[in-house]
């Protein structure tokens, strides 16, 4: 009897186990407080659909797999959710009856949390490990849990075997399934990042920029396009071969990430040609920037292979506006950054949309020519 209540006990853990998986897998939250909280109270209401489901033993004493969906989080190390499911799960315990049993098993849950957690931390890069030793872990309290409310008896004895049985069955078979969640989301964030970054550079591709910037004129919102174009790189790749350029690239990539916030939007359109989307800049404040990037690049020594470092430069339009489509900013952004190309290289030009005419700004006109 014991025995095939312990296995719908399982069935529903199961059950809940992949549901919960896929939330804290999801990407669909904005706020990981608010998803923390979800699964926090998803996974405390399972451990309490496990104890109505449990055996009871007698009219104080019930065993079920409550401590499964706690394996759970704490093998992701949620430690936030886990100290919501820990307090839901052991004080319904408490729905039963307030007595000593209750306390014992009260007690025994917070201690299966606390153990998972220090579990978790020793053995972080053994997951398969790890997952067993908590499991083992709470049904050692559990065992502490039954011993001290029924003693050494053949009732004791039977319940535990079961337990230990089921138990250590269902954590195998978790500890499977919880590692094959992660391969599985691995693999998709691995497909994910190859399909939404360049292959060389790191940056956004031209898909995900033309995805991420559609709409633009429909928030409302102040924004700034710059163009860059890396100055006579056609002639860097004739002189030290495109490896050498593909090198001069990647460095060229990552200073666009670190003059950069993290949320502008930056990515290479093809070849050496790069469009950053920067909101809430007043033009002044986008073209410094810009200045920034562009004065960063020419004093950087860019290392080749089988070469002397070499210098490099680079010219910048910017377009400013608001309510404006990308496609027209682009356009804009691509004829200011053809004037400075016309003008000799290794400036910044911006252009205002209301007005549509070349401005000349402090820091374009304080341009030094290398």
């Known amino acids: 009897m014991f025995i095939v209540e312990l296995l719908v006990n399982a069935c529903i853990a199961f059950t809940g186990f992949y549901i919960i998986s896929k939330i804290i897998h999801s990407t669909h939250f904005e706020s990981y407080v608010v998803k923390s909280i979800i699964v926090g109270l998803l996974t405390g ?197 495109h490896g050498n350029g593909d090198l001069v690239l990647q460095q060229f990539a990552n200073i666009l990430k670190e003059e950069t916030r993290p949320h502008d939007i930056t990515a290479r359109i093809g070849g050496e040609e790069f469009m950053i989307l920067i909101y809430d800049l007043a033009p002044q404040k986008a073209t410094k920037v810009a200045n920034r990037i562009r004065q960063r690049i020419a004093s950087q020594r860019f290392q080749i292979d089988g070469f002397p470092a070499i210098d490099v430069t680079t010219s910048i339009g910017v377009a400013h506006g608001k309510n404006i489509h990308i496609q027209r900013m682009s356009v804009l952004a691509d004829e200011a950054l053809y004037t400075a190309k016309q003008q000799g290289r290794n400036r910044t030009i911006l252009l205002d949309s209301e007005s549509e005419q070349h401005v000349a700004t402090t820091a374009s006109r304080e341009t030094v020519r290398f």
């Open 45 to 241: 209401a399972l451990g309490v659909l496990l104890m109505f489901k449990g055996i009871a033993v007698n009219d104080s004493l019930r065993m079920d797999l409550r401590h499964i969906p706690l394996i759970l989080l704490a093998f992701y190390g949620s430690r936030f959710p886990l100290i919501i499911a820990t307090l839901i799960i052991a004080c319904s315990r408490f729905l039963f009856g307030v007595t000593e049993q209750a306390a014992v098993a009260f007690v025994a849950v917070l201690c299966i949390s606390i153990g998972m957690l220090a579990i978790h931390r020793r053995l972080l890069n053994r997951p398969f490990l790890q997952n067993i030793s908590m499991n083992v872990w709470a049904l050692m309290m559990i065992t502490i849990a039954v011993l001290i409310n029924l003693g050494w008896n053949e009732t004791a004895f039977s319940l535990l075997l079961s337990t230990w049985t089921i138990g250590l069955t269902v954590g195998v078979l978790s500890s499977l399934l919880t590692l094959d969640f992660q391969l599985l989301n691995r693999q998709v964030d691995i497909y994910k990042k190859s399909a939404e970054l360049d292959h060389l550079t790191g940056l956004y591709n031209r898909r995900v920029w033309d995805a991420r910037t559609a709409g633009l004129e429909q928030e409302g919102r102040i924004y700034n396009i710059l163009a860059l174009d890396i100055d006579h790189f056609k002639h860097v790749n004739d002189t030290y071969g």
